[in-house]
């Protein structure tokens, strides 16, 4: 029953970012052929900066009305709508309409926008969710919550997304009554073994799936058996919990009131300064792996070849969940082993960073050993600072409710200003 509950609790963090997550490996078989073109991307940032709309009316919400939003409900309302809105994609992703002359697509856009939506405001509300199961359970979603950028990568990839080859062609030039030959080198993409059509409904049947998975995280008799004695409702302890906790636990809860709490924030157990020490590097760990590094990784990589790129994308999307699992067998709890993970992880981000700056020509470029380190810096970096997210979200259960959603806010709040810095350092498009 255990094992049947972590895979649960796997496929509904997995639903937490499918969606777009998704949609950006999409992106090389759908930008030829609508009329954005490769403006798409910076389009797609924006629209995801507004989105964080919905967690930040869920935090004002639980902030000064607690308990008056219903978390379930908004939950079910979430994943239906990712669900629809990846279903409709399938069918109107390259219908234009015209706007002020100019063909648009407004489906495309409009219906990211919801995806947008869907992904931000799971932050805020998937998590303060496993707060109603043990704690074992909650470094399962986040491994959940890392396969659900794989997923779609190995998914594209048997896809053949962005495949290309390059082909000599030849050119008659006449200039003044002569002609000239001239030879260059055009890309030609492979087209894919199947349609993008038919990749939305894969990202809806895995809305579908998280659906089913949240359903019986409610329902089924074995989860409830697994339940933690303290529950809780829309964000507030259910009356009468408290009653019916073993002497054991009761006396567990009454040494702990003797002990004065350091601060106003959960159980008190952590003072103020180490929350937001804390919550400072969640926010700066979500801002770097979520948008500030991955807006680089082209330029980081692709100067050692296209191997050494689609091999770093391929391993650090496969380190995210690796770090999960790392954390599941040590979960420790140190803030300064926190603090030092963080500037090693940050440490190397910084090379990566370097050597984008340097693109076309970072060091060792025509070197085996410059193609080992890059790829190596990217295992690395996700794998040291995805650690470091995990243990932050662990320790941030055990402080409650409360805790946990604003624990999603700061994540959103990191990835913003993340792309806030971004945006216009980088040509049009580049930063995600």
């Known amino acids: 029953m255990s094992l049947f509950i972590h895979i649960l609790a796997c496929l509904f963090g997995m639903g937490s970012w499918v969606s777009i997550n998704g949609l950006w490996v999409e992106l090389p078989l759908i930008v030829p052929q609508i009329p954005e073109g490769w ?224 601060s106003c924030f959960g159980t008190g157990t952590y003072s103020r300064i180490q929350v937001l020490y804390m919550f400072f590097i969640l926010a700066w760990v979500n801002g770097l792996t979520n948008v500030v590094l991955p807006s680089v990784q082209s330029y980081s990589c692709l100067p050692y070849g296209n191997s050494a790129y689609h091999l770093s994308a391929t391993m650090a999307a496969v380190s995210n969940p690796l770090a999960c699992f790392i954390a599941m067998f040590f979960p420790t709890r140190s803030l300064l082993l926190l603090g030092a993970l963080t500037l090693f992880g940050s440490g190397i981000g910084a090379y990566i960073i370097g050597m984008a700056v340097l693109s076309p020509c970072p060091l060792l470029v025509n070197e085996t050993s410059g193609t080992f380190l890059i790829v190596g810096s990217w295992i690395f970096f996700i794998l040291t600072l995805s650690y470091v997210k995990v243990i932050i979200g662990v320790i941030l259960r055990d402080e409650g409710h409360s805790a946990l959603v604003w624990c999603g806010a700061v994540v959103q709040l990191g990835s913003f200003m993340g792309a806030v810095t971004m945006f216009p350092l980088l040509p049009s498009g580049a930063a995600v």
């Open 39 to 262: 403006y798409l991307p910076s389009y797609l940032s924006v629209l995801i900066q507004m989105a964080n709309v919905g967690p930040l009316f869920i935090t004002l919400m639980h902030r000064f009305r607690p308990g008056a939003l219903n978390e379930t409900v908004v939950i079910y309302v979430i994943i239906s709508l990712g669900m629809v809105a990846s279903f409709l994609l399938a069918f109107f992703w390259k219908e234009t309409l015209l706007v002020a002359g100019v063909p648009r697509s407004v489906a495309l856009l409009l219906l990211t926008f919801f995806l947008s939506t869907v992904d931000c405001t799971s932050s805020v509300t998937f998590l303060p969710f496993m707060m109603r199961l043990k704690p074992q359970y909650l470094t399962t979603y986040f491994v959940g919550e890392g396969v659900s950028g794989l997923l779609p990568a190995l998914v594209a990839l048997i896809q053949g997304v962005g495949v290309v080859h390059c082909n000599n062609c030849t050119q008659m030039i006449n200039d003044t009554g002569s002609v000239s030959l001239s030879y260059e080198l055009q890309a030609h993409y492979q087209p894919a073994n199947f349609s993008a059509g038919v990749f939305f409904f894969f990202l809806s049947a895995m809305m579908l799936v998280c659906l089913g998975a949240f359903i019986l995280l409610n329902y089924h008799p074995a989860v409830a058996r697994e339940r933690p004695n303290a529950r809780y409702s829309n964000g507030v302890l259910e009356k009468g919990e408290a009653a019916q906790m073993n002497p054991t636990e009761q006396k567990a809860m009454i040494k702990q009131s003797d002990i004065k709490p350091k």
